[in-house]
């Protein structure tokens, strides 16, 4: 049974940053899209990055582009989301997801959800 396992959120100031990690078990990360999405409250869930583990093409939000940085470690079958300059707005709670090559990272709907989430706060 494949499930995801996001880590590495919390309660960080304006300004700092985050590591989050994904860790699938069931499944190696091969031949898929992994994508960071996340969701306010009252908000619909949205992509912020992704990666092709064909090409290691990656995309980002234009929210995001520029402050987060996503990678992935072959050896570990992780992928992780460097979230740097932290805003209010980027607040939510953040998930990993996987999809087959082709599937479009800014529709959610393309993805498979199989983690709990992990919280991003961002508060003075």
């Known amino acids: 049974q494949v499930q995801i396992m996001e880590s590495g959120g919390g309660l960080v100031q304006p300004g700092g940053s985050l590591r989050l990690s994904c860790a699938p078990s069931?499944?190696?990360?091969?031949?898929?899209?992994i994508g960071w999405f996340r969701q306010a409250p009252g908000k619909e869930r949205e992509g912020v990055s992704c990666?092709?583990?064909?090409?290691?093409?990656?995309y980002y939000s234009d929210s995001v582009k520029g402050r987060f940085t996503i990678s992935r470690d072959i050896n570990k079958n992780a992928v992780y989301l460097q979230m740097d300059s932290l805003k209010p707005d980027d607040a939510a709670i953040y998930y990993c997801?996987?999809?087959?090559?082709?599937?479009?990272?800014?529709?959610?709907?393309?993805?498979?959800?199989r983690g709990k989430g992990t919280q991003v706060t961002v508060s003075s």
């Open positions: 990666i092709s583990t064909s090409d290691d093409a990656t």
């Open positions: 997801a996987t999809g087959l090559l082709g599937s479009d990272c800014r529709h959610p709907g393309d993805f498979n959800f």
């Open positions: 069931g499944v190696t990360l091969n031949y898929y899209i």
